[in-house]
């Protein structure tokens, strides 16, 4: 009896599961291809709310076409939110962003797109924070910076649009953002989860990274508001100039920006290419042209590729080695 009852249990646990996965593929297909990836990230994540806003995207997009007035098309890759593009009743292209309702990084992302106010970055066309929905300009003709070439070329980009991006934080308004101080803590939660260096981060990375964080934040250098992911892209161009999309918005000093520029050099550059003679000369020109100690670029290049391997698995229960290697690398650069 037990048995009998134990094997129609996870039958039912089977029948539900497959029936959510093609409900929600039914449901999305009039507007878009749902990924199975983006679908079992965001029910890994979000768990019993995430099913939810998965089955109640299509409406939630259908909803905000009548009030907005714009038809939505196919969305772009998709990771964390859904992300379409879309066109307005005049033409107008523009992009749909739709998040959980009160999810705190998505609030970030849109009240430093606010600060910003256009400046080196896209604009807020219209918005409903509460329902975590927002319509964005959109860059045209769009392409990212990672196929810019030569290397320096994207160099005194990115150096440039720092410079417009850059600016301070009142001190009325930097309640609203993390700081890089609460972003280290990461550090504490990992050593929570995995006591004794139990876990798959070497020992010496995980203590250089944690000290930098420490000593960094320590110097109290001039604060601003900071991107927060501004990698290769996370930059596209438009008739504006090159503008920035998809900020984290997190108050720090302006040297710990390269940090996402510069922690993924593996990936960066093509197979076999001489990873830290490239890395080398790109923190030079940054250091050149923006004022940086080299040497603090690159700690924070360091310390940003390690503790993205924390996130990687505090958000995903993700380890690559790659990663690791990065790090290393980053590890054996000398000026």
Known sequence: MCSYKSTS??????????????????LC??????????????????????????????????????KWDIVVSPPFNLSYNYVAPAKTSSGESVVLKISFPRNTEFISEIEALRFFNGNAAIKILREDL?????????????????NISPDSKQISIVSEVL???????PKDMAFSFPTISDWAKAFERYKEKFPKSSG???KWMFDKAESIFKEYIKDKKEQVLLHGDLHSDNILSSQRGWL???????????????????????????K???YKKLESQRIIQFSQRLGFDK???????????VISILWFLEDEDEFKNIYVQNAELLNEIRF
């Open 9 to 26: 249990d996870v039958e039912d646990r089977v029948f539900w599961w497959v029936s959510l996965y093609f409900g929600i593929l039914a």
């Open 29 to 66: 297909w009039y507007t878009c291809i749902v990924n199975e990836e983006f679908v079992k990230k965001i029910i890994s994540l979000r768990g019993d709310v995430g099913k939810k806003w998965l089955k109640n995207l299509p409406e939630i997009i259908k909803q905000y076409e009548q």
């Open 130 to 146: 509460e329902n975590g929905v927002v319509l964005l300009e959109r860059a045209e003709p769009g392409e990212r910076l990672r």
């Open 163 to 169: 410079k417009k991006l850059h600016k301070l934080i």
């Open 200 to 202: 798959p981060v070497p």
């Open 244 to 270: 920035i999309i998809d900020p984290k918005g997190v108050i720090g000093e302006r040297e710990f920006e390269l940090g996402a520029y510069l922690r993924n050099p593996i990936y960066d550059y093509p």
């Open 272 to 274: 076999g290419s001489n």
């Open 295 to 305: 040497e603090r670029i690159l700690d924070w290049a360091f310390a940003c590729g």
